[in-house]
């Protein structure tokens, strides 16, 4: 056996305060799990020996509780920062990544109050622009898992019912307000069982990591079809994530109070533990950065949706994907979505040397995500990118 030893420089976003999991695939090799090592991919199932590893998602592993978790995050320190098989070490630009996990459910949330502001006064503008139940609960709404996809993955324009204001009657079309939606999701390991619910203090012992989300929106379909049970085809034809993902024991360093929440919400969905999380998002289009989302600012804390998704009784699944919604900050360039961000497609926005409203077919859109790490250091999530082809239905 040839060995080698993984050079980590110390400025890496993925250095020993790190190690996200991901599933990749070598040339020729089939998907396993491996963990990301400053531009090292660390095959797991060759060097760990345990056949959860060997799998094609996260999911076993994330069953096997955040005891495991720990313990597994400490031999990987070890197995990294000693000599270890050169042929279990791979560039990182040498392999394939796969869909993380298998998504079990997919629930998407409403939690900036910057954000929901905005689109209840683009899309209800003569209503009061935040319902009244928004700051009692965390708003959410089932999403799509079947079309949860990987970075990287091309998304083709959907199609579907249209109606501009000033039309009688819908048409049937490619959607003209394809948008993005800036997001952070949270992965169950830990199942609950049906009857149970999740408190927000055992939020650490359910959720195994977090991952960045685009969450594609297609704007003229949703505020067709919204009303009045909430977005469903304008959302469900494809949501992305990013591969990597860190590990909930990584994000210490980020933890932070949520903005202050009043009305004190009910019981249910207070606890004693810090989850907020000081994670900094960056939207890039066509190459440009246009936004910088904060999620500092979300107003609900992700054990506070995790405690509402369960308070009815409803059971958590590994492999549950909840997002936290679009993050939006105060400022124009911190908005989430594209709607947002040229209100309504009235004020373009300058893309490099171009303008845009809405996604062009051949737009490339990457969030990526950063937050603290221990020491003073920095921890990355890498990035969600996708390129947007054209329709390919034709008109009916
Ligand atoms: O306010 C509405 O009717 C719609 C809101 C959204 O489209 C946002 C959504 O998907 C949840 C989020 O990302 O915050
Ligand atoms: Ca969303
Ligand atoms: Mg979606």
């Not at 289009?285 to 904060?294: A, Q």
Request: net charge negative.
């Amino acid at each position: 056996m040839t060995v080698t030893t993984i050079d980590i420089p110390a400025d890496s976003l993925f250095g020993l305060d790190n190690l996200p999991y991901g599933v990749f695939s070598p040339a020729g090799g089939l998907p396993r799990v491996g963990v990301r090592v400053a531009e090292s991919v660390v095959d797991l199932a060759a060097t760990l020996g345990d056949s959860v590893f060997s799998e094609p998602t996260l999911n076993a592993f994330m069953a096997q509780g955040r005891d495991q978790w720990v313990s597994v995050r400490n031999r990987i320190t070890e197995l990294v920062t000693s000599e270890i098989d050169s042929n279990a070490v791979f560039s990182v630009d040498s392999v394939t990544m796969h869909l993380p996990i298998a998504v079990a459910d997919y629930v998407d949330f409403y939690a900036s109050e910057n954000h929901a502001t905005n689109l209840g006064r683009l899309f209800r503008p003569d209503a009061a622009p935040l319902m009244p139940n928004w700051k009692h609960l965390p708003v959410g709404y089932h999403g799509r898992s079947s079309t949860v996809v990987v970075s990287g993955t091309d998304i083709v324009r959907p199609c579907g019912q249209r109606k501009a204001p000033d039309q009688e009657s819908p048409d049937f079309g490619p959607s003209r307000r394809l948008d993005i939606e800036a997001e952070m999701g949270f992965i169950v390991g830990t199942p609950s069982k049906m009857g149970d619910s999740i408190t927000p203090d055992e939020f650490a012992e359910h959720v195994f990591g977090a991952v960045v989300v685009n969450d594609w929106s297609a704007r003229d379909i949703q505020a067709w079809e919204y009303v009045p049970l909430g977005p469903n085809l304008g959302k469900s034809f494809a949501t992305s994530i990013s591969p990597w993902v860190v590990p909930l024991l990584a994000l210490e360093a980020a933890r932070i109070d949520t903005p202050v929440q009043d009305p004190e919400p009910l019981s249910y969905l207070r606890g004693e533990e810090k989850w907020g999380l000081d994670i900094d998002l960056a939207v890039e289009w066509n190459g440009h950065v246009v936004s910088r989302p904060p999620y500092a600012q979300m107003y609900w804390s992700p054990a506070q949706m995790l405690a509402h998704t369960t308070i009815n009784g409803a059971a958590a699944s590994t492999g549950d994907l909840f997002a936290s919604g679009t993050i939006s900050g105060p400022d124009k360039d911190q908005r989430g979505a594209f709607i947002e961000l040229t209100w309504g497609g009235k004020e373009p926005v300058a893309v490099g040397s171009e303008t845009r409203t809405f996604l062009e077919d051949g737009d490339t859109i990457a969030i990526s995500a950063t937050a603290p790490g221990v020491g003073g250091s920095r921890i990355g999530f890498g990035d969600v990118h996708a390129r947007i082809l054209p329709a390919t239905q034709t008109e009916r």
